[in-house]
């Protein structure tokens, strides 16, 4: 056993649990109950701290260090391994090939036994790797990609006039009229509509790198710049033109601004290397051969046709190479073949693992430790079911019954229940969220947790808790798109009913967020007119290239007003985001503290409360509440703020009170306990309602960004949403929103997708939860397998109508829970089925 004593790591409540070793140990609770805190807070942090503890200090700082847990003693402890699911810092430089460590012996192989043309000297296994300076495409820098900006980009519009901007890549303000002034100097005419203007004017205003200095006479017509310069009358000063495209590329690389870079991005696209041709390398190195290919030609293939290529190409190779060959070629194909028992056979090496899910890319972490031939160790896993079709866990299953038969321990967090029936131990956290968890309400074999009334797991093992309630709707209106093409989709025609809940299912890879999130959202908001992914915050360092969804509306298009997408992508990047800002809830909040009489008095503003100003927040750590003290050898330690003690504001702004308590002990508030606190102000209890009414209201309203889940940052963004005043024909597409949810906390977003609904408004969801998708009107079943092997639409119609469809993957699963619905359902005709064989 691994004997846990006192745990107290954010809302453990000073726990005491036994964890057994060489077992499949899983975590449940709902969201917020102490989960991660247990397993990865305190048990995976303090094996980690006794590890570093034996490296010598210097190389400690090579290491991300989670910190000393708050816990009195954990005895028993073996050597432990996490794989959780943060991206780390995201680079188009990390790719399939370099998480599995494939790549490196791919280079190996090509440099030992590759076959070379006549002449050329052998090359190192370095000179075949894009990340080396000896290897990397001189022209992409080993990128396979370079940034161009395109003309359309730089002149949407070619109905406007320089003067109304027809040029939008330049900056806009002051810089922007600045620009127009040196045309007018040159002797361009700045009225004339840009479709007018000569080739060679529009070429020059765009492409040109010379960059002349001529006086600006600010606010002149061309007539009185002529009049001035006849008479040499004195500049308002002397200005520098530069090119549109010279302007941009020189603005994103050179850039200190995160939002100078961001504004200018949009005109960038990234377009496949012309001299390598996106495979990255240079000519020496792409001229060496095995089996007839490149290495750049070999990465780019799946993992699958990998394995048929490289497995008759130790034959072909010479005598003298052929031992090196035949071992290398080995240790390759049993790592792939570890990928592909995880059901990841689709994914290239060369595939950015930008372009990963988090799921995916756990599965190729795991993937690695089954190699690594590890023994006596306890592994951390964090959901490693998130983002699989049921059909896919069969595979993770046997991966983690590996690891555990090479005498290893398994520690999982998770809700999939599946999961939780084949554990050897559950210990069920919680009961609830928040400061209403960190208790431990079971530990034992699963069936013990039967007869446990306080847990919110227990309903749903063990059958007593059926699926929600399914709707009955009338499907009369649809919308379609015809022709859709998007990565591994080819000329898909979609429908989908409008004013209904409709499930996009599938195997991992077969499409599904390829035609939803990707295409369905591109091809929708351009027959609105508007920008396709308003929330896509991230900028590239590295270009990578932008795919186009083609594809048309040819009916229906007409019931679609609005799009809004709910992704999972972060709500804001630092901790001076949080849960309170972003609903816009602080606003009401901070106006009832400047209401006060105190505040009145001495005139403070709203902006006073707030920890951003100057004005109201702690001049000693500017409003973060926290300072962090550099230890070199050790992790950073943040300890609070020794002026306000972690209050973000300064003394003044404290004495401030509403209802008894300031600003800061406002923030320090569940939404629980604030919608309590609000009773009678009615725009702030309706947004904590709708918090509540989405499982959130263990968050406080002060709750950093940084420290939110990515299902907690959907659920946000949701509950943001709903609070707007209802408005109909809305398209709202999600991606996984189940993902790190509890079923009871599952069971209460699904509500809100059906209150939705019921609004007059398209709900379009990306889902793996079975019990979920049984709910829906309408299923859409990707497949039939991943990648290559997938892109069709298999079945489409109401959920039951997957029972005659002998192709689909997802009918048995589907079937187990509609047979135990909460209501019977009568099949309804429109089952379309599609002969995929």
């Known amino acids: 056993m691994i004997r846990v004593r006192g745990a107290r790591e954010h809302n453990l409540q000073n726990v005491d649990v036994d964890i057994p070793r060489d077992m499949l140990v899983v975590f449940s609770g709902v969201s917020g109950s102490g989960k991660s805190s247990l397993a990865f807070g305190t048990v995976f942090a303090e094996a980690q701290r006794r590890f570093l503890d034996s490296v010598a200090p210097y190389a400690r700082r090579l290491f991300d260090q989670i910190g000393v847990p708050d816990v009195d003693a954990i005895d028993g402890l073996p050597p432990a391994v996490a794989l959780r699911q943060q991206r780390g810092a995201p680079s188009v430089r990390s790719s399939v090939g370099s998480v599995t460590t494939i790549s490196n012996l791919l280079r190996l192989l090509y440099a030992r036994a590759g076959h070379y043309p006549a002449r050329q000297p052998p090359l190192h296994a370095e000179d075949f790797s894009p990340n080396t300076p000896q290897g990397a495409c001189s022209r992409c820098h080993g990128l396979g990609t370079v940034y161009d900006v395109t003309e359309a980009r730089m002149v949407p519009d070619t109905s406007l006039t320089i003067r109304d901007r027809a040029v939008a890549a330049w900056p806009t303000a002051w810089q922007g009229q600045n620009l127009r002034d040196i045309l007018v100097t040159l002797g361009h005419s700045i009225d004339t509509p840009w479709r007018e203007l000569p080739r060679r004017t529009q070429r020059w205003i765009l492409y040109t790198d010379e960059q002349p200095t001529v006086p600006v006479f600010a606010g002149f017509s061309a007539d009185e710049v002529r009049a001035a310069r006849r008479r040499n009358m004195e500049p308002s000063y002397m200005g520098t033109f530069i090119g549109a495209r010279k302007y941009v590329l020189k603005t994103f690389a050179t850039t200190q601004s995160a939002l100078m870079k961001k504004r200018v991005s949009p005109f960038l696209t990234g377009v496949r290397c012309p001299l390598c041709r996106g495979r990255r390398l240079k000519k020496a190195a792409l001229s060496v051969t095995v089996a007839g290919k490149d290495i750049g030609s070999l990465s780019q293939l799946a993992l699958n046709e990998l394995v048929t290529v490289l497995g008759p190409a130790v034959h072909l190779v010479a005598v003298e190479k052929r031992l090196a060959a035949e071992r290398i070629v080995a240790d390759i194909l049993a790592r792939v073949s570890a990928l592909q028992s995880l059901g990841l056979g689709y994914l290239t090496l060369e595939r950015s693992t930008t372009t990963l899910s988090a799921g995916e890319l756990q599965r190729l972490r795991l993937a690695t430790q089954i190699r690594s031939n590890l023994f006596g160790v306890v592994y951390v896993l964090d959901e490693p079911s998130a983002g699989l079709h049921p059909a896919d866990n069969q595979a993770l299953f046997a991966a983690l019954d590996a690891l555990i038969s090479a005498g290893n321990s398994m520690c999982v967090v998770e809700h999939d229940l599946e999961m939780m029936e084949r554990a050897d131990w559950l210990i069920d956290v919680g009961p609830d969220g928040g400061t209403g968890g960190g208790h431990i309400v079971y530990s034992g074999p699963p069936e013990g947790l039967r007869s446990i009334t306080a847990s919110r797991t227990a309903p749903y093992l063990f059958g007593s808790a059926v699926a929600p309630a399914r709707r009955r ?138 920890f951003n100003m100057k004005a109201g927040r702690c001049a000693t750590c500017e409003g973060e509440g926290s300072v962090h003290v550099e230890l070199i050898f050790l992790s950073t330690v943040y300890a609070p703020c020794p002026t306000c003690r972690g209050s973000r504001y300064n003394s003044a702004t404290l004495r401030v009170t509403w209802n008894g308590k300031s600003i800061a002990e406002v923030l320090a508030l569940t939404v629980a306990e604030a919608f309590h606190f609000f009773e ?145 359902v009568v099949p309804r005709p429109g089952m379309e089925i599609h002969d995929v064989r």
């Not at 409709?502 to 195997?507: A, E, I, K, W």
């Not at 079975?770 to 009107?777: E, G, K, L, Q």
């Open 680 to 824: 009678g102000e009615a725009g702030i209890v309706r947004t904590l309602a709708l918090l509540k009414a989405i499982g959130l209201e263990y968050l406080r309203l002060g709750q950093p960004a940084t420290e939110l889940s990515g299902g907690e940052a959907q659920r946000i963004k949701l509950a943001s949403e709903l609070q707007r005043s209802p408005r109909r024909d809305t398209l709202y597409v999600l991606d996984e929103p189940t993902t790190g949810l509890h079923p009871a906390d599952a069971d209460r977003l699904l509500a809100q997708l059906q209150r939705l609904v019921d609004l007059g408004n398209t709900v379009v969801v990306v889902e793996h939860d079975m019990r979920v998708v049984a709910s829906s009107d309408w299923v859409i079943d990707m497949g039939p397998g991943a990648g290559d092997a997938g892109g069709l639409i298999i079945a489409s119609g109401p959920p039951e109508s997957l029972r005659h469809c002998p192709d689909s993957r997802t009918a048995r699963y589907l079937m187990k829970w509609l047979d135990n619905s909460a209501t019977s």
């Open 473 to 610: 709707r009338e499907l009369t209106r649809w919308l379609e798109l015809r022709d859709v093409t998007r990565n591994t989709l080819r000329r898909l025609t979609v429908r989908i009913p409008l004013g209904a809940l409709t499930m996009v299912t599938g195997v991992s890879g077969s499409g599904k967020s390829s035609l939803v999130s990707q295409a369905l959202v591109e091809l929708v908001a351009l027959h609105l007119g508007q920008k396709a992914r308003e929330e896509e915050l991230d900028v590239p360092d590295e270009p990578t290239i932008r795919q186009q969804s083609n594809g048309r509306i040819t009916a229906g298009g007409d019931g679609v007003r609005r799009l809004v997408t709910v992704d999972q992508r972060p709500i804001g990047r630092t901790p001076r985001s949080n849960l309170a800002t972003y609903t816009g809830l602080f606003d009401h909040v901070r106006q009832l503290f400047a209401g006060t009489r105190a505040a009145r008095a001495k005139r403070y503003s709203a902006g006073r409360f707030s």
